[in-house]
């Protein structure tokens, strides 16, 4: 009796833990989202930034894809200040204390390649819905993967949204041209007007009529 008594409590029990268990790991799933940023450059390098917005805040840790060879790791919170992380071979494990935001930003060399004129970017997320930025200009010549909308920014940068998994886009870039400095005209130099010449040929007939004109005067004196 005792032992029939026994076995029902340690069946109980363990459904109870059973239950607590199917039941806690869908509501840890849900506590967070995840979306995936990237700013593609024109040399081929791009910016990541992760951002994960917390539904409920608590105590936990994060596990969050990171893309190959990050360069200047960042891992900050909603007020701007660090957070304690954790990199293991592709994944980022954040220690989320009772914040409501975290951010991950890095660089990366390694998500482009190119042929020609054609630039792919290529890369795997599940996390999260991916947003990928493209210089201003660019042309789109193949797309792999579930894109969930296409846009353009008010500076002409064009914006595709993808839902989680593998992503490959193929691209061209436009054609960079140097601005031309502005002409300037050449500063003509104001023309000084040229001095009046003396007429020299008539200086003696000059010189001679003044002395005529004194001889008269003196004569004149005389006379009188």
Known sequence: MKNSLFAKNMLLVSLLLVTI??????????????SE????????TVHIKVEILVIEPGIFTLNVTLHEAPEGLLVYDENNMPLNYEVSESKI????????????????????????PVWTI?????????????PQGTSILDIIGAPKAIKETEDGRLIITFEPGEISVDYALPILTATPMPTTSPITPTETPAPMPIPY??????IGGGLL?????VISKFRR
């Open 213 to 217: 004109l004194i001889v008269l005067v």
């Open 122 to 134: 290529s890369l795997t997320f599940n996390d999260g819905q991916v947003n990928i930025v493209f």
């Open 201 to 206: 040929n008539y200086l003696p007939w000059a």
């Open 93 to 116: 494990n954040v220690f989320m204390v009772n914040n409501t935001k975290a951010y991950i930003e890095y660089l990366s060399r390694t998500l482009t390649r190119k042929e020609g």
């Open 37 to 44: 940023t990237l700013e593609v450059n024109h040399d081929g």
């Open 21 to 34: 268990l199917v039941s806690s790991t869908p509501l840890h799933a849900q506590t967070y989202s995840v």
